[in-house]
């Protein structure tokens, strides 16, 4: 009887297990979909230094549109502070993330190390049932 209880809960042990590396490889996927999202608003901040430059250039070329290219220059500007504002956000999910990965990564290990103690109780107590059986 000890036996079937010990083996149903290896069984649990190895279904907790499971669980655990399936939220790993969510936790993974969504930390590689954000790095994605860090990726596309660098290339967007690239784009957005490319109009700058070219806006600077525009200024010195054209003294009479000066007002409207400073406030086309201040537009930019703000978007870029939402970007940069939108980047620390992601940023900091990525790390809380990777955090919450480690922490995960941590249980899965020490629930295997449990799952490999308790296979080693099955298979004593096994043992000891089957000695009794043979004496």
Do not use: H, W
């Amino acid at each position: 009887m000890v036996a079937n209880e010990v083996k149903e809960l290896a069984k649990q042990t190895a279904k907790a297990t499971e669980d655990i590396t399936n939220k790993i490889t969510g936790i993974q996927t969504d930390t590689k979909s954000s790095i994605e999202a860090v990726g596309l608003i660098s290339k967007s901040i690239e784009k957005l230094t490319s109009i700058a430059t070219a806006i600077a250039a525009s200024v010195e070329e054209q003294s009479a549109t000066t007002n409207e290219v400073v406030r086309i220059v201040q537009q930019s500007a703000d978007g870029v502070q939402n970007i940069t504002q939108n980047i620390k956000v992601v940023s900091e999910a990525a790390i809380q993330t990777a955090n919450g990965s480690s922490q995960v990564l941590a249980a899965a290990k020490s629930l295997s190390e449990l799952a490999s103690q308790l296979d080693k109780m099955v298979t004593i107590t096994y043992k000891r049932f089957a000695k009794n059986l043979i004496s």
